[in-house]
């Protein structure tokens, strides 16, 4: 089955730098990318999205990008904000079926 | 619309016993998909439900199963549980089952198992 990998566990940022997230891939008939933001006690919700037909997908603060030679996609967030604190999660899917396969998480802290 | 609804939120059970969860998805939604977070293990898929037909089954014991409903609405199972089984359960939902649109979370349902 599909393995995603990400990296690294924990980012620690200070408030107005950018923060990165990588992610891999094992899977090449993956097609879809979702990254979700899971605030302490709350549920997952979809930050941004890219489907393999696109390299680059931008939502004002927010962007990722996919390397589908490399089978990578990152997740881009600038001028971060004490609110993005939370963990992220990159997930994979492939046509056809909603069954998502996660990352593992990575713990982003901003510090004003 | 209203989202994503799961019941109960919380819930406290004892190792044998099972459990029932439920999950309401979005108006108009028809595939729901159910998953279990763990600190350890992280977000992993149990199973997708379309159209009242479990597509998809992750990897997990025969003791988790699920069903969907005619109203969309799904309920999962685990029987004979074990500690290892205390997690969130997290079920979403999607207008289809195509695989490249959003899926919408519930809140959860947090089961510990004593």
């Known amino acids: 089955g599909e393995n995603v990998e990400q990296h690294p566990s924990t980012l620690s940022v200070q408030e107005g730098d950018s923060a990165v997230i990588k992610c891999t891939y094992s899977d090449s008939a993956s097609n879809y990318f979702p990254w979700y933001k899971q605030e302490l006690g709350k549920r997952p919700q979809l930050i941004i999205d890219?489907?393999?037909?696109?390299g680059e997908k931008k939502d004002q603060r927010i962007a990722v990008t996919l390397n589908k030679t490399a089978k990578h996609f990152s997740l881009h967030i600038t001028e971060t904000q004490p609110e993005d604190s939370a963990v992220y999660f990159c997930?994979?899917?492939?046509?056809?079926?909603?069954?998502?396969?996660f990352g593992k998480g990575n713990q982003v802290v901003v510090i004003p | 619309k209203a989202g994503v609804t799961q019941t109960p939120r919380y819930l406290i059970k004892t190792r044998g016993q099972q459990v029932t969860l439920s999950c309401s998805p979005i108006?108009?939604?028809?595939?729901v998909s159910w998953y279990q977070q763990t600190p350890g293990q992280g977000l992993q898929f149990l199973f997708e439900?379309?159209?009242?037909?479990?597509?998809n089954k992750g990897n997990f014991p025969g003791r988790f199963s699920g069903r969907q409903f005619s109203n969309s609405r799904s309920e999962m199972n685990v029987s004979t549980l074990e500690l290892g089984d205390s997690a969130l359960y997290l079920c979403?939902?999607?207008?289809?089952?195509?695989?490249?649109?959003?899926?919408?979370f519930g809140p959860g349902t947090r089961l510990t198992v004593l």
């Open positions: 979403a939902s999607s207008p289809t089952p195509r695989g490249d649109n959003e899926q919408f």
């Open positions: 890219i489907r393999s037909n696109v």
């Open positions: 108006s108009g939604h028809r595939s």
């Open positions: 997930a994979a899917s492939k046509a056809g079926n909603n069954r998502l396969s």
């Open positions: 439900y379309f159209s009242e037909t479990q597509r």
